[in-house]
Structures are given as C-alpha cells and as structure tokens.
C-alpha cells in the first residue's frame, strides 16, 4: 500500500528530475555526479523516514539516486549504496532513529561535505550517501 501522504512530493520530485534531465546543464549535473545510465533513481518527500526511503531503495541495484523536494520546492539529491566494510572506518557514522526523515539525513551529509555512513536502528546494512548539490539554480534557468 502507498502512503498517499508523499505522493504529491513524490511526484513533484519527477517531474523536476524530468526537467533537469531535458536539459544540456541537467545532464551534465548527473554526470559530474557519477549518475550512469540505467541507474535507479527514487523520489521522495523531504519529510519522509530513512527507513521508508532505504526500503524502496533496497528493491534496487546499488547506487541509487535519491531525488527529495523540500516544501519550498528545492530539488536535492543525493546517493545512496549499502556501505562497502573496507571503507567504512574511513566514513563519517551517523546514527538514526525511527522517525528520522530523509531530509534531516541530506541536510547532515550536506554540511559535512563528504560521504556519510547511517544506521537506522535494526533496519538492514548501513547505508552510505553522498549529498549532492542543489539542483535549482540549474532548474531556475531551464
């Protein structure tokens, strides 16, 4: 069952990933942002749980791209994979409740600037992700 609670955010987010994509800049953002081809791509609200999203996530191959508006319409992305156990001593690690939304955790890998590594209570693998820039200044010219 859906929660129809995000299906609006969710589908706001597709359709700004629709424009960013339809554009040179936009795809030239994915590729700076070692976006491949064929690469699963979920959207998401900003106050949706990491749980939720790593869930939807999981049916996925790793990486998978994460597309989250926020209320004021902000287009944020961000990768997400399982984290690799040879590296992860050298990721930031954060930890997670239940309730914490997708947003806090792109705002989290956004100010640290890096790779960060998250384990939400006993839900699965870490999961490691990398907050990408801010998609809107390129949207704002499309």
Same mark, same amino acid.
């Given at each position: 069952?859906?929660?129809?609670?995000?299906?609006?955010?969710?589908?706001?987010?597709?359709?700004?990933?629709?424009?960013?994509?339809?554009?040179?800049?936009?795809?030239?953002?994915?590729?700076?942002?070692?976006?491949?081809?064929?690469?699963?791509?979920?959207? /998401?609200?900003? /106050?949706? &749980?990491? $749980?939720?999203?790593?869930?939807?996530?999981?049916?996925?191959?790793?990486? @998978? &791209? @994460?597309?989250? @508006?926020?209320?004021?319409?902000?287009?944020?992305?961000?990768?997400?994979?399982?984290?690799?156990?040879?590296?992860?001593?050298?990721?930031?690690?954060?930890? /997670?409740?239940?309730?914490?939304?997708?947003?806090?955790?792109?705002?989290?890998?956004?100010?640290?600037?890096?790779?960060?590594? @998250?384990?939400?209570?006993?839900?699965?693998?870490?999961?490691?992700?990398?907050?990408?820039?801010?998609? $809107?200044?390129?949207?704002?010219?499309?």
């Amino acid at each position: 069952m859906i929660n129809n609670e995000y299906l609006a955010a969710r589908f706001k987010a597709a359709s700004l990933v629709g424009r960013l994509m339809a554009t040179p800049e936009g795809r030239k953002y994915f590729q700076e942002n070692n976006y491949k081809s064929g690469q699963a791509l979920i959207t /998401a609200d900003y /106050a949706e &749980t990491i $749980s939720s999203v790593l869930h939807r996530a999981s049916r996925h191959s790793a990486p @998978v &791209t @994460v597309a989250i @508006v926020r209320e004021d319409g902000e287009l944020l992305m961000m990768s997400m994979e399982p984290t690799d156990p040879a590296i992860k001593s050298h990721i930031k690690s954060m930890s /997670a409740g239940s309730s914490a939304t997708i947003g806090m955790m792109y705002d989290a890998c956004a100010q640290q600037g890096k790779r960060a590594t @998250v384990k939400i209570g006993d839900w699965g693998p870490d999961a490691s992700a990398t907050a990408l820039p801010s998609a $809107s200044r390129i949207l704002a010219n499309a």
